[in-house]
């Protein structure tokens, strides 16, 4: 085992403030020129002196707007409010727009956080003047995403334009870069890890620059040179460091023991699992797309769904869609856009929509909001259709006729299975779950039986029309009664808790019957 003294103290420089990974001018190689300084370039070249960058990443967007400049031969000054000019002179914005709107030559300003300062009609004045010129500087303001954008958005001259997070081969020179600095005094703990700095930039792959170091640094802390380690700790550590909002709960995926029956979706998963390989790419499969789990409530899907993602192999986040929705006119279709950016960075991932009946409901009457719950459905309906990152859709729903019908059609989903109340078979599958399967994963130990498993399968075998959630209420009434007498759980205990429970197939006997005619030809059987 090497010894990681100098190894972890750089290893904190790496993320600390002021670390040389933080700052453009110690970059590990030059920006390529992408679409968006491409776009930047040409406008700017075009006469265009007014450009918004929206960017979570600043050393990012100035090391792109250095290279724009460069390529332009103009010089190049920033501007914050409080380092000021080029980190000379303090100067208010409106007396640098003053400025500028007296100056003549071709420069490229580059201006941090000026939209809190364009809260006044004379400073929104003063941009539109200064953007409506086809000579003299260019402002470029580069600020974060959000709702405090709001007047410098509605500025027509201005040119919008998104940065987005580093691609593929970007991250992964910027990876080898920093194992490179993290490992600069331990050749064995480089030696082991320079190779994985492709593998471990594609599980980092949407994050920003800054998040990627402070990940790997942690993981490098934590596990050493194991690569499955480090990458396990990325992608565990991904959605907290991308989701501030919290519109996305990162959730643990469940192995397929503990999901009692269901063949026909386990089946399925695996089939899917191969198109995620690099070989199914190569051989022109497309990524899958995703599943509706549909179904009688309790009987497993949201555990299905988290199935899904132990058998894919994905790291899993879940999204309740009642989340997305607020108070403020157009913030809910922000909120909706902003979420489904975050998950695309997060790719490949699995996206568990949990209860998407409910999130939505009133998509036939929704002048009562203003037509915001239409909104948000056409944009995810739009979404879903078009996105092209690996994000595999896990949907659990109870009731289909809450469900818009172009939610259904093929394309924006692969399958719709349908969850049915367990047979006897799958009763007794479940059953084995919740006595041996789960104890075992959460104690590591299977609390003792007074009787033989037979004499507890057979009453539940008898239990017809019995959901997975039942049997599991029923199962902790019994262990319960036995605890409280001091002695190992009978059959009669569980015998005792299922005789004294309704089931929901009889309180809920007809619409249960309706969805089970509604799923006969038209969805697959889990």
């Known amino acids: 085992m090497p010894d990681f003294g100098v190894f972890t103290a750089r290893a904190r420089f790496l993320y600390t403030k002021g670390g040389p990974a933080l700052g453009p001018a110690h970059s590990p190689s030059p920006l390529a020129m992408d679409d968006s300084s491409l776009r930047i370039e040409r406008s700017l070249r075009a006469g265009v002196r ?22 332009l031969d103009w010089p190049l000054h920033t501007w914050s409010v409080v380092s000021g000019i080029d980190e000379t002179q303090v ?22 956080d000026a939209a809190a300062g364009a809260q006044t009609p004379s400073v929104v004045r003063a941009l539109r003047q200064l ?33 987005p997070p580093p691609g593929l081969d970007e991250l992964t020179t910027h990876v080898g870069w920093a194992l490179g600095l993290v490992t600069e005094h331990d050749a064995t703990a480089r030696e082991a890890l320079s190779p994985h700095a492709a593998s471990l930039a594609r599980v980092a792959l949407g994050l920003p620059r800054r998040a990627v170091d402070r990940l790997l640094a942690e993981a490098v802390l934590a596990h050493g040179t ?37 063949p026909q979706l ?54 309740e869609p009642g989340r997305l929705f607020a108070g403020t006119v ?11 950016a975050l998950v695309e960075r997060l790719a490949p991932v699995v996206l568990w929509i949990d209860e998407i009946d409910k999130g939505l409901a009133g998509t036939e009457g929704a002048a009562s909001d203003g037509g915001t719950t239409a909104r948000v459905i056409g944009g995810l309906l739009t979404w879903l259709q078009e996105r092209e990152r690996p994000v595999f859709v896990a949907a659990t729903a109870n009731r289909v006729d809450a469900l818009p019908p172009e939610l259904l059609r093929r394309g924006r989903l692969d399958e719709i299975f349908f969850v049915d109340l367990p047979d006897a078979e799958q009763r007794e599958a479940i059953l084995r779950v919740h006595l041996h399967h789960v104890p075992l994963a959460r104690l590591g130990h299977v609390p003792p039986l007074d009787d033989p498993w037979d004499a507890f ?11 997975g959630a039942e ?6 009434e019994a262990r319960l009664d036995a605890h409280a007498e001091r002695r190992a759980l009978r059959a009669d205990d569980l015998r005792r808790a299922v005789e004294a429970t309704v089931p929901l197939c009889r309180t809920r006997s007809e619409s249960i019957a309706a969805l089970r005619s509604w799923a006969a030809d038209r969805a697959r059987p889990a």
Request: aromatic share 2%.
């Open 50 to 71: 007014g450009v918004l960058l929206e960017t979570t990443e600043e050393d990012r967007a100035l090391e792109l707007l250095e290279r724009v400049a460069e390529d």
């Open 91 to 112: 100067l208010p914005l409106s007396g640098l727009l003053d400025r500028l709107s007296a100056a003549s030559d071709d420069e490229l300003w580059v201006l941090f």
């Open 131 to 163: 953007a409506q010129r086809e000579r003299g500087p260019a402002i470029v303001l580069v600020e974060a995403p959000g709702s405090h954008l709001g007047r410098v958005r509605q500025i027509p001259e201005l040119l919008p334009v998104a940065l």
């Open 226 to 262: 194991d690569p499955d380690a480090l990458q396990r700790y990325i992608a565990t550590n991904k959605s907290a460091a991308l989701d501030r909002d919290g519109m996305l709960e990162l959730a643990a995926p469940v192995p397929e023991q503990q999901l009692g029956g269901l």
């Open 266 to 319: 386990k089946q399925w998963l695996r089939r899917r699992a191969l198109a995620l390989q690099p070989p199914a790419r190569k051989a022109g499969i497309p990524a899958p797309r995703g599943v509706l789990l549909l179904g009688v409530q309790g009987c497993g899907k949201s555990l299905a769904a988290r199935v899904c993602a132990e058998l894919l192999g994905l790291p899993l986040v879940r999204l």
């Open 330 to 340: 157009g913030e809910s279709e922000a909120n909706l856009r902003h979420t489904l």
């Open 457 to 467: 399968a057979s009453v539940i075998r008898a239990a017809e029309g019995w959901s």
């Open 471 to 476: 049997i599991e209420a029923a199962l902790v």
